[in-house]
C-alpha cells in the first residue's frame, strides 16, 4: 500500500508570528519556517507503517510557494520515498488544497491519505475533512492512535467524552493528532541524501484546478497583550485586592 502524506510549510511554531503593518497577513519575510508540526506527526506515523511493512511507498507532498521546495526536501530527509510539489504564489484555501489533492489522489491511488489535523497558521482544520469528502472516502480526523490492519484502520481519538475507537475501511482520510506519536529528526546523512530523492513538480493550472479565493479577510490583528498575573499568599489577601484595587467587591 502506498501513503499520501501532505506537509505544509508554517512559521515555526518557536517564533512570535507579526502582522504585517497593512494588516493583510502574517510577515513571513525573514522568518523561519517549519514543517507543520502536526504533518510531522502525520510523516512519522506513515514511517512507522512502513518500517513494520505495512506500507511500500510513503510520498510526501507540499503546496505553495518559495520554500516549500525546502519543506519537502526535509520530508524527504525524514524518509519519505518521493515528493510531489504543487507550486502556486496564491493563497491557498482548504478547499483548494483538498481539491488540489483529491486530484494527486485521483493519479497516485493511494491506500491512505495522513495529513495533519490541522495548520497552525490558518488553524482551519478543514483539509482533510474537505478532502474525504471529495473523495467519497471514510475518514478518521484526530487519531491517537492507528492501526492498519486487513483492508480496515483502528483509529483512536480523543474526544471530551473519552476515548473513541473507529474501525473505518480503507482507502481512507486519516489526520493526525498531538499524541499520534514522537517524530523523530533527521540524520545529517540523511539530509544530504534527500536531494537525490525524486521530486515531482506542478502547478495548479497543470492539474486544472482553479484554486481562486473564495473568502475575503477583511484584516489580520494582533491579540492585545494580556497583563501578567499575580500569586497571591491567601484568600484573605485576594479579598482584600478585590475589594481595595479592583473596586469589584
Ligand atoms: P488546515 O485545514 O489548513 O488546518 O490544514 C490541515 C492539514 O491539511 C495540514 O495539517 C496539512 O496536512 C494539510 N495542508 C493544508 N495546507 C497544505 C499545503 N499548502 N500543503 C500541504 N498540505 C497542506
Known amino acids: ?3 499520501l502524506v501532505a506537509v505544509k510549510r508554517v512559521v515555526d511554531p518557536a517564533v512570535r508570528p507579526r502582522v504585517r503593518a497593512d494588516g493583510s497577513a502574517v510577515d513571513t519575510a525573514n522568518v523561519k519556517m517549519a514543517l507543520n508540526p502536526f ?13 513494520r511493512g505495512v506500507v511500500r511507498e510513503v510520498v510526501a507532498v507540499s503546496m505553495g510557494g518559495a520554500g516549500v521546495r525546502d519543506s519537502l526536501l526535509q520530508a524527504l530527509a525524514l524518509g519519505a520515498d518521493r515528493g510531489i510539489l504543487v507550486e502556486t504564489d496564491s493563497v491557498l484555501e482548504p478547499l483548494a488544497v483538498a481539491k ?3 486530484k494527486l489522489v485521483a493519479r497516485e491511488a493511494p491506500g491512505l491519505v495522513l495529513l495533519g489535523k490541522q495548520a497552525i497558521d490558518d488553524d482551519c482544520g478543514q483539509t482533510p475533512q474537505m478532502l474525504a469528502g471529495l473523495l467519497g472516502w471514510a475518514q478518521a480526523t484526530n487519531a491517537s492512535e492507528l492501526h492498519v490492519e486487513e483492508g480496515t484502520a483502528r483509529v483512536v481519538r480523543e474526544t471530551d467524552a473519552g476515548r473513541e475507537i473507529l474501525r473505518i475501511k480503507l482507502p481512507a482520510v486519516v489526520s493526525a493528532d498531538l499524541r499520534l506519536n514522537q517524530p523523530r529528526l533527521a540524520s545529517l546523512p540523511a539530509i544530504m541524501k534527500a536531494r537525490q530523492k525524486p521530486l515531482e513538480r506542478h502547478t495548479p493550472e497543470q492539474l486544472g484546478i482553479d484554486t481562486r479565493q473564495r473568502l475575503q479577510l ?6 492585545s497583550l494580556k497583563r501578567a498575573g499575580v500569586k497571591l499568599a491567601s484568600m484573605a489577601e485576594l479579598v482584600d485586592r478585590l ?7
Not at 477583511?218 to 491579540?223: G, I, N, V
Request: glycine share 0%; hydrophobic share 50%; aromatic share 0%.
Open 1 to 3: 500500500m502506498k501513503v
Open 39 to 51: 504533518d510531522e506527526i502525520a510523516l512519522e506515523e506513515a514511517l512507522r507503517l512502513k518500517e
Open 100 to 102: 488540489l489533492l483529491a
Open 218 to 223: 477583511d484584516r489580520l490583528a494582533e491579540p
Open 243 to 249: 475589594r481595595n484595587e479592583a473596586k469589584v467587591l
